[in-house]
């Protein structure tokens, strides 16, 4: 079974500035995808980026970009220009390809933005 | 621009009593899915659905059950609710094969 593990229960950045979520995950499958989801308090879940483990190109979303290492299995979220609005947790993911859509989460990282 | 449909938002039962959670989405996804969401944790997936007809267990599906009424609605049920299944339940769609999920806005469940 695939597990996903986020190391950091809690981080803070100063408004303004840049951030990096780490997330690490299990498999010993080659086609995967991976995401990161956004909870803010409000309990929606909000999908924040996504990445295909065949593409070596890094995914980006305006301020929102992934380091991809996919030998290392690792998966890291980075956040530039932290806004207020960024506070929230932050979910890592991963899903088999072909195996139904199905999602193993993270425990969360939940994110303080400091103004 | 309702998206996936969650009902209710909040209940609380009694150790015991059996309920209902309702998801209906109008996207038009082949696939649906129930996952459970503990303080201070990740989403577990309870059930899926990958198409109309077929449902599949997931990680926790103790103590549940679910049914593919048609292609828009998911429900799941709790026949005998348990202090354990205190959660916040999530129902999310998807249409074609790896694509994000689309997630509705939670039921909170608390049983007394």
């Known amino acids: 079974a695939q597990t996903v593990t986020q190391s950091q229960p809690e981080m803070s950045v100063q408004e303004a500035e840049t951030v990096t979520l780490s997330c690490t995950y299990d498999t010993s499958e080659s086609d995967y995808y991976l995401f990161w989801y956004k909870q803010p308090p409000s309990r929606q879940m909000i999908l924040v980026i996504r990445q295909e483990a065949y593409k070596q190109q890094n995914a980006t979303e305006n301020r929102f970009s992934v380091n991809f290492q996919k030998a290392a299995k690792s998966f890291s979220l980075k956040i530039s220009d932290s806004q207020l609005g960024d506070a929230a947790m932050y979910f890592c993911a991963y899903e088999l390809d072909n195996a139904g859509n199905m999602l193993t989460f993270g425990g969360g990282t939940r994110l303080m933005v400091k103004p | 621009n309702a998206g996936v449909t969650q009902t209710p938002k909040f209940q609380v039962l009694k150790t015991g009593q059996s309920m209902t959670l309702q998801c209906a989405q109008d996207m038009n996804h082949n696939s649906m899915y129930w996952y459970r969401q503990d303080p201070g944790m990740g989403l577990r997936l309870i059930y899926y659905?990958?198409?109309?007809?077929?449902?599949d267990k997931g990680e926790v599906p103790n103590g549940y059950n679910v049914s593919r009424l048609n292609k828009r609605e998911f429900s799941l049920r709790l026949e005998s609710a348990a202090p354990s299944q205190t959660s916040v339940y999530f129902c999310?769609?998807?249409?074609?094969?790896?694509?994000?999920?689309?997630f509705g806005d939670g039921t909170r469940l608390s049983i007394l």
């Open positions: 659905s990958a198409s109309e007809g077929t449902t």
């Open positions: 999310a769609s998807t249409g074609t094969v790896n694509q994000p999920q689309h």
